[in-house]
């Protein structure tokens, strides 16, 4: 069974601008988890969706968005990009939220 | 506040000895306790878990204790291996509910010496 992948793997940005990353579950996960890796403050909670609707969220500011598709596909936006939100962007899955999530290999984002 | 906590950010062992990661955790609705073990520039691979019904759970070389009482838990590996320096994570979640998330320590650096 394929795992949870991430796309793109890297990126870079400039402050301002705006920034889609996407997860892709394992086949048959419905909850799909964003956490934010950074050295200073660790793994921290973005938000989790499940069939298509967020069901729990994070201390993060609404310049962090998401969504999950019909086929529990998802996407994190990030609006209006600061240097402090450079970090690796990691999605989890798991079958309905709160039991073992599954990490996907992340997004290093760079904000220049 | 830190709910889960790592209170070691390295440990070095030698290979063949015991490894022992420690978590603290102060939130009582805490019911859900979980490892992941992490190389650089990859997302944390999942270990063990453990349920709050049960003080111990093992799976091969790793097994994991909760001691609720004291909210501690800690993860032993035995025998410890090369492979298996990495960052250890501890995380805990409320279970069933409302609580969908993971809450993460900031982790320990494993360091197993040939």
């Known amino acids: ?112 | 506040d830190q709910q889960v906590k790592q209170n070691s950010p390295s440990l070095s062992v030698q290979e063949g000895r015991i490894s022992i990661l420690n978590c603290d955790y102060t939130n009582s609705m805490f019911d859900y306790f979980l490892w992941y073990k992490k190389y650089p520039a990859e997302g944390p691979t999942f270990l063990i878990s453990i349920s709050s019904i049960k003080d111990k759970n093992e799976d091969g070389r790793f097994t994991v204790f909760l001691n609720k009482s004291a909210k501690h838990l800690s993860l032993h590996i035995v025998p410890s291996q090369p492979g298996d320096s990495a960052v250890y994570f501890c995380a805990a979640s409320g279970g069933g509910g409302s609580n969908y998330k993971l809450t993460f320590g900031k982790g320990t650096l494993l360091t197993v010496n040939p």
């Open chain 1, 1 to 112: 069974k394929a795992g949870v992948t991430q796309t793109p793997r890297y990126l870079i940005k400039t402050r301002g601008q705006q920034v889609t990353l996407s997860c892709s579950p394992i086949s048959g996960h419905r909850s799909v988890s964003w956490y934010q890796q950074t050295p200073g403050q660790g793994l921290q909670f973005l938000f989790e969706y499940f069939s298509e609707t967020q069901r729990n969220k994070g201390n993060f500011p609404g310049r962090f968005s998401g969504r999950q598709f019909s086929n529990s596909r998802s996407e994190m936006n990030v609006s209006t990009l600061e240097l402090g939100d450079s970090a690796l962007y990691l999605c989890a899955s798991s079958f309905v939220g709160w039991e073992t999530q599954y990490f996907g290999p992340g997004t290093r984002l760079l904000v220049l």
